[in-house]
């Protein structure tokens, strides 16, 4: 049972069109992080938010924690052939670390 | 400095056997976790070791268990297999002080086929 629940599951854009994807949940997380997978590789890690309403840029991509830290969001702004792949929300709930993923959404951006 | 890597990259095994499954750490971290990844679907915890004791276990049953050995190295052992164990099973390694954790970096996964 995936406890995250992203949305929408399938995105596909032309390059240089602007993107969001969602990530929400019932439950508190004590920090949520993003990945993104490619096709025969492990999750790489993108970003890792820990602070309600805390909002995090890396280049063309912006991620935001929600301020009750039960939902996040990751955009993309003028999506590139190289940002294809399943995006992973993930969110962590006790000092341990283990990560609660959803079940991810898989972008395409076609040239 | 090394990544995460796993072995073999690829596995087919008949239903009834045991596996093992292996894991390199990220040189510095101290911490491996073992996710489950069916087709399709994200990730599933199915447990942390960490100083070479489990400290944390998802809904997996005993006959997944796991080691980590002094170099910070994992194995993940599964008995009796069934076809529903067939999935891309992941190892992620971090540094955990006290109860600050960082990223994880994770391996690209062992891929079994139970036939």
């Known amino acids: 049972t995936q406890l995250l629940e992203q949305s929408p599951q399938f995105l596909s854009i032309q390059e240089g069109e602007n993107l969001t994807v969602y990530c929400n949940s019932s439950?508190?997380?004590?920090?949520l992080q993003w990945y993104r997978q490619e096709p025969g590789e492990g999750p790489v890690l993108l970003v890792t938010?820990?602070?309600?309403?805390e909002v995090k840029k890396l280049k063309r991509l912006t991620f935001q924690f929600g301020d009750a830290r039960k939902d996040s969001s990751l955009h993309i702004t003028a999506a590139q052939p190289g940002d294809t792949g399943l995006y992973l929300c993930?969110?962590?709930?006790?000092?341990?670390?283990?990560?609660?993923f959803g079940a991810g959404t898989q972008v395409v951006v076609t040239p | 400095e090394t990544g995460v890597t796993q072995s073999p990259t690829h596995l087919i095994k008949t239903r009834g056997q045991q596996v093992t499954l292996r894991c390199s750490s990220q040189?510095?971290?101290?911490?491996v976790s073992w996710y489950q990844q069916a087709l399709g679907q994200g990730p599933q915890f199915i447990f942390q070791y960490y100083r070479e004791e489990e400290n944390g276990r998802g809904n997996f049953p005993p006959r997944f268990s796991g080691l980590q050995f002094p170099n910070y190295s994992s194995e993940l052992n599964v008995n009796a297999l069934e076809l529903d164990d067939s999935a891309l099973y992941l190892c992620a390694s971090t540094l955990k002080l006290t109860q600050v954790s960082y990223g994880y970096t994770f391996g690209s996964g062992t891929r079994l086929t139970v036939v």
């Open positions: 439950s508190v997380f004590s920090s």
């Open positions: 040189s510095g971290h101290n911490t």
């Open positions: 993930a969110g962590g709930t006790d000092s341990w670390g283990k990560l609660q």
């Open positions: 938010v820990v602070t309600g309403g």
